[in-house]
């Protein structure tokens, strides 16, 4: 685990990927330190909850929303870079060298997963907490409920690596990988309205397959929907956005491992 | 003890094609001894590379079965003690030739402790001390050989397979490389080249199999692969005297005052040319077995034995 991780960790650092992610937290600091609390409220709460004055005004409010669009944001890079890590691994010479060492091919798809998962997660987790502690300076006391925001990236993180490990090792092309992750995200969030949906097409049978697919697919987005509610002491009502996702990652990390498997080199 | 066994292995491509796959080896058997250094020859083509790949577990075989260390190819643990150096390498550029080592140690579960002393030795081996800290995509073509060869000594390991391994380098370099092979068997280690240098194979090897159309059509030592069993140069003081010959054993291919080259048709039968010589009192200075180069073996062999066994 420690090489496969060292070497993703070089990789990312010769690919200069964290001079992007510098950069938008870089951005992301020049708008919390420019920004005063009392505009926070007005953008995002309106002016009727200007005389709120909660100690926790800072989790409730402006920055659970904007917080989780920068973690959004966030994840969103880390998904793009890490997108030709696998198909980079599978290049012709370069899987020689891998595979022929005495690992099987589940244990290295495994440990290159855990190696993405840890090296990008640790980037998104310390660009967020470097915005976090910025704002939590300027503009008001910390909450620690904002944790379940960063829980949730790391969740989703794990989510879209699946998609990208997967769509990797069974089209060996990055592009191919951002395609894949990009269409699981769009059906994601149209499937978020799958009841409506279903009610719009009428056909008992095609309401099944909407309902199906909004079941195995992953729901990234309903999560932070949920962290997002946990922050401002919504409980959680609905765990299948969790499992269901959790799920998702399993079982397509596993078939990614039987193909990898039986693929030829 | 063989540490590499094969036993009719078979790689059919694309097996479930209309056109019924190629195949890559047919029935390949062939077992290599510890300690030795085993050449693999043949054209593009011949399945030298695909055999290494099912050694290696990189693509299954059709039928038959390898094993490796005492492990059957495709299991993990069959690569533990094999280094591999593959064709055309293409390791990670983003390393440095030392940061390839360390990861190489570390794939193999080498200790860090043991990383660490192998590492100094090993660039020295390979005379690339001086990039060590270099990017391997800045290395040319010879250095990656050079690095590769390095890496694939990482893990200690008693067995060697190296595709092509002096691709590349140049001729200085290449000697470089048979003093290291030859070291290497010293130290106990076997070492399998996949080479289509056929003098490079014929100075380092002490066994060669030539494979040709995924067949291994000949294997043995280079001195029977390069001896013409059935052609003798005779050094005598012939002058002016006549040897018969009879044509059901053989025939004169040259004849001077002082040389006789003859064709026997079976080898024993030189005997009946040197005994006609000592009956004349004809002073003879040698008889040896006329040899050929590897290259031209390899020639020969891969020009005429397939349509025979066609």
């Known amino acids: 685990m420690n090489g496969i991780l060292r070497d993703t960790l070089a990789e990312l650092i010769d690919r200069k990927i964290l001079y992007v992610f510098l950069g938008v937290t870089a951005i992301a600091v020049i708008v919390v330190a420019a920004t ?4 926070l409220r007005v953008q995002v709460t309106g002016p009727r909850d200007l005389s709120g004055d909660s100690p926790s005004f800072f989790a409730e409010s402006a920055v659970v929303k904007l917080f989780g669009g920068f973690l959004s944001l966030l994840i969103f890079l880390a998904a793009m870079a890490s997108a030709s890590l696998v198909p980079n691994t599978m290049e012709r010479g370069r899987a020689d060298f891998y595979l022929t060492k005495p690992l099987s091919r589940g244990s290295f798809l495994l440990r290159k997963y855990c190696a993405i998962w840890l090296t990008y997660g640790g980037i998104v987790l310390a660009c967020g907490l470097i915005v976090y502690l910025l704002a939590t300076l300027l503009h008001g006391a910390a909450d620690f409920r904002i944790a379940y925001l960063f829980g949730v990236s790391l969740i989703n993180l794990s989510i879209w690596f699946s998609v990208i490990v997967a769509a990797g090792v069974l089209t060996r092309s990055t592009p191919m990988a951002i395609m894949t992750a990009f269409i699981v995200w769009v059906a994601q969030t149209i499937l978020t309205g799958h009841e409506a949906i279903g009610e719009f097409v009428g056909s008992v049978a095609w309401k099944y397959v909407i309902d199906g697919l909004y079941y195995i697919l992953p729901k990234p987005s309903a999560l932070f929907d949920q962290a997002s509610g946990l922050c401002v002491g919504q409980p959680i009502t609905d765990w299948v956005p969790l499992f269901s996702s959790v799920l998702f990652a399993m079982a397509i990390l596993f078939f990614a491992a039987v193909v990898l498997k039986r693929k030829e080199f | 003890m063989n540490i590499l066994e094969v036993s009719d292995l078979t790689k059919i ?56 260390c005492g492990y059957y190819a495709g299991e993990p643990l069959s690569r533990r003690k094999v280094g591999y150096l593959p064709e055309n390498p293409r ?7 030392k940061a390839l080592l360390v990861l190489t140690g570390r794939l193999y579960g080498v200790s860090q402790t043991d990383i660490e002393a192998r590492i100094s030795p090993l660039l020295q081996l390979v005379d690339m ?12 073509k010879g250095m990656v050989q050079r690095i590769g060869l390095a890496q694939s000594l990482m893990a200690d390991p008693e067995l060697l397979l190296l595709d092509e391994p002096t691709d590349g380098i140049d001729p200085v370099g290449k000697i470089e490389f048979r003093q290291i092979f030859l070291r290497l068997k010293s130290e106990g280690k076997t070492v399998v080249l996949n080479s289509h240098l056929l003098s490079e194979v014929e100075l380092a090897a002490d066994r060669v199999g030539i494979l040709n159309r995924g067949r291994l059509v000949r294997m043995g030592s280079v001195e029977e692969l390069t001896s013409k069993r059935s052609q003798f140069e005779i050094e005598a003081d012939l002058g002016d005297e006549l040897v018969d010959l009879p044509s059901e054993m053989g025939t004169k291919l040259f004849v001077s005052a002082q040389k006789l080259v003859v064709e026997m048709r079976h080898e024993e039968d030189i005997n009946f040319v040197i005994d006609q010589l000592r009956a004349k009192r004809i002073r003879i200075r040698s008889v040896k077995p006329l040899r050929v180069s590897l290259e031209q073996s390899f020639f020969e062999t891969v020009t005429e034995l397939p349509q025979g066994l066609a």
């Open chain 2, 129 to 140: 001390e001086k990039w060590a800290d270099t990017k391997i995509r800045k290395y040319s």
């Open chain 1, 36 to 39: 005063s609390s009392v505009d």
């Open chain 2, 91 to 97: 390791f990670p550029g983003y390393l440095t030739g």
């Open chain 2, 13 to 68: 491509y694309e097996a479930h094609s209309r056109k019924g796959g190629v195949v890559a080896l047919d029935r390949v058997s062939l077992q290599i001894r510890a300690g030795e250094i085993f050449g693999l020859l043949g054209p593009n083509g011949a399945g030298k590379t695909t055999l290494f790949k099912l050694l290696l577990g990189l693509v299954s075989a059709s039928s038959g079965e390898a094993q490796l």
